[in-house]
Nanobody
Framework: EVQLVESGGGLVQPGGSLRLSCAAS????????IGWFRQAPGNKREGVSC????????YFADSVKGRFAISMDNAKNTVYLQMYSLKPEDTAIYYC????????????????????????WGQGTQVTVSS
C-alpha cells in the first residue's frame, strides 16, 4: 500500500522551530517530486516547499523563503521540512504529497502551474504558532 505519513507538528511559540517529517511506505522516492503544502481555515492550499528526488532541486514559497529548509534522507525514505522563526501566520495543517516521474520545473509542483496528475497525499499534521 502506497502511503505518506507526516509527523512533527505541534504547538510552538512565535520565533520557535519545528521539523516535520514525511515518511513514505509502499514505494521509494526515486524520480519523484515531493512537496509540503499547508492549509489554514478559510484559506486556499499553499505550496510551501518542494523538492525533486532525482537532483534535489528545491523551491520555496516567498512566504517561507529564508526560514524553511527542505531535505531528503533516501536511506529512510523520508523528506523533512525544517521550519525556523515561525510566525502565527504559519499556523496551518501541513501535508506532504508526491508525484512520480515529474518532468516539469519543481516550482510548478508547488504552485500548481504544471499539469494535473496522480498524487499521493499524507493525512496532515497540525502546526500552531501561538504565544
Amino acid at each position: 500500500e502506497v502511503q505518506l505519513v507526516e509527523s512533527g507538528g505541534g504547538l510552538v511559540q512565535p520565533g520557535g522551530s519545528l521539523r516535520l517529517s514525511c515518511a513514505a511506505s509502499g514505494f521509494t522516492f526515486d524520480d519523484y517530486a515531493i512537496g509540503w503544502f499547508r492549509q489554514a481555515p478559510g484559506n486556499k492550499r499553499e505550496g510551501v516547499s518542494c523538492i525533486t528526488s532525482s537532483d534535489e532541486i528545491t523551491y520555496f514559497a516567498d512566504s517561507v523563503k529564508g526560514r524553511f529548509a527542505i531535505s531528503m534522507d533516501n536511506a529512510k525514505n523520508t523528506v523533512y521540512l525544517q521550519m525556523y522563526s515561525l510566525k502565527p501566520e504559519d499556523t496551518a495543517i501541513y501535508y506532504c504529497a508526491a508525484r512520480a516521474r515529474y518532468r516539469h520545473p519543481v516550482r510548478y509542483y508547488c504552485t500548481g502551474e504544471g499539469p494535473t496528475g496522480i498524487d499521493s497525499w499524507g493525512q496532515g499534521t497540525q502546526v500552531t504558532v501561538s504565544s
